[in-house]
């Protein structure tokens, strides 16, 4: 029986932190042997956010290196980048054509980052919309996301079904898999875990970086367990475990984050083993994202080949 499609995709706009990793990564990672998996670095996102050559291409390498790292395995997993399938952008410029402006609108992740100041570009509005291509090219069935991407999964559904009711059955609709559980990780403020709000735990950071990230963590003095503490070690240690650690230190928020650093140095240690093996040995990396961008290929330009015909463009 075929395999069920998954993919997921992770924009290269800085070091992935903790909760990309519990929130996205890890669910890929888990069932790359189950599915058949896309895990895409979705540099033409990052362009909403990022206009610096140098950095954009830093990142994407570093991504790569992380996903790599974190157990990628590509022999089970398709990783490429987005740019090297163009389809993408065709089908999003087809999509664009079938959906409104206040349809778009409705997207809360457009509200938030221009809230925070990041210029309102046509392309930040479009995202949902690339969002769906990406989605939608690959006959996705299952997208792991956080919880900040559940409207986005639920807009290419709404897209796919209007395609579909308009020109004939052509795309699945893809349902989002979000862990009730790391939905929304916190960040060293108690906020959701967010590059841009400045309360990271980079996952590949330096012992330095995050030693000095588990140290920022805000403590609500008055409670013996400090609950930003507690909530981000809990993704490391089952709550069995926590319990005598948490007992025997309570108050004592100092003892609480050496013991959290511990453990997170302790999580990442066998990954910097691999993402350093990758480091030394760029051209394998270079044919992993060959092949990778190989087979997307192959899968995207046919389902093009299909919507050409479909929407009159053949
Ligand atoms: N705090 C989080 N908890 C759970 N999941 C999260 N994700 C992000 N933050 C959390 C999930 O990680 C995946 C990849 O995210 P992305 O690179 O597309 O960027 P993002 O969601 O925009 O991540 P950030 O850190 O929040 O970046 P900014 O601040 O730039 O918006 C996604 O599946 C996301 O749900």
Redesign the pocket.
Known sequence: MAKKILL????P?GAP?V??Y???MKQVIDLQNEYETYGMIVNYHALT?ISNKTELEENTKNVVLDFLAIGADPEKMILFKQSDVPEHVELTWIFNCLVTMPWLSRAHAFKDKTDKGIEASVGLFDYPVLMAADILLYDTEVVP?????RQHVEMAREIARKFNANYGDTFAEPKEMIKAE????PGTDGQ??????GNTIPLFGTDEEIQKAVMSIVTDSGTDIPANVYAIHKLFKTEADLAPIYEENKGKYKALKDALLADILAFVTPMRERREYYVNNPDLVAEILRKGSEKANAKASAKMQDVRKKVGLD
Do not use: R
């Open positions: 997921s995709g992770i924009q706009t932190h909760g990309n519990f929130g996205m956010t996301v956080g919880e900040d991407q790391v939905a929304i990780v959701k875990m967010s590059k841009s709000y």
